[in-house]
């Protein structure tokens, strides 16, 4: 083999060796079989401070508004549904339990609620009240919410903007231009708050979360009812939730065939009464 084709068969397979070195799957298949192999640059430990910090701002702020848990009905309400489905977070990922996790509800008219990294919750009374959300209705939203973090879908979409870069980087090297860095500070409110999830990361959030709806004791035929409710209200102005988590035509339907497949599970967690 001459050096020339050595070299640049070591610059193909060096970054394929690297890439698949940095695969790792993040939840368990659970019955939804939600064990897709992500590719993971960035760490756990970056995007949980990242995440942390983005969080304490937003309750700061809040908290000088006047609109951090106005209502201790509401904030109980919120903080029971949530504590059952994280109850039943293992499934997908045993260290989950041993999460941070918080809960908070913000008095705002926005239709809007999200769950970042490490599992901090805001919920907004927008959404609560405009759609007039039932228990189970509920459960779905912050159940959807709660896997975009249990998958690490923002980890997954900041390594793959870090993956662009590294390219950008590695280019401009070999052009001999000033390489462009990387900034870690503020990607888990981009990843989380600001730009889109992708189709496939929505599909997954769905089918993760409704799952742990229904494992929950939550009927999850109420997951097809708050998106149809969602794109009710979207004809008048679009929620803020719609803009980070596009939703699309088969999306109902999807979430009806995964309703049927989880239905079971439901059945049994109202036999063992989890839901009392
Ligand atoms: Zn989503």
Known sequence: MSKKIFYRLTLILFPL??????????????????????????????????????????????????????NQATLQRVQKIAKRLIAQTPVFREDALGWDWQVNVIKEDTINAWCMPGGKIVVYTGIIDSLNLT?????????????????????????????????????????????????????????????????????????VGTELMARAGYDPYEAVNIWKKMEAVSGSSVPEILSTHPSHQSRINDLQVIAEKVYPLYQEAQKKGIAK
């Open 17 to 70: 060796f690297f890439l698949v070195s940095c695969m790792t799957t993040t939840t368990a298949a659970g019955n939804v079989g939600a064990d897709r192999k992500q590719v993971m640059l960035v760490s756990e430990e970056e995007m949980n401070e990242s995440a942390n910090q983005a969080y304490a701002e937003v309750l700061a702020e809040a908290k000088k508004a006047g609109t951090l848990n106005t």
């Open 135 to 207: 228990d189970g209705e509920l459960a779905a939203v912050m159940g959807h919410e709660i896997s975009h973090a249990l998958k690490e879908h923002s980890r997954e979409r900041a390594s793959q903007s870090a993956l662009q870069n590294l390219g950008v980087a590695a280019t401009a090297a070999l052009l001999g231009l000033k390489e462009t860095g990387t900034q870690l500070l503020g990607i888990a409110a981009e990843y989380t708050l600001g730009l889109p999830f992708s189709r496939k990361h929505e599909t997954e959030a769905d089918h």
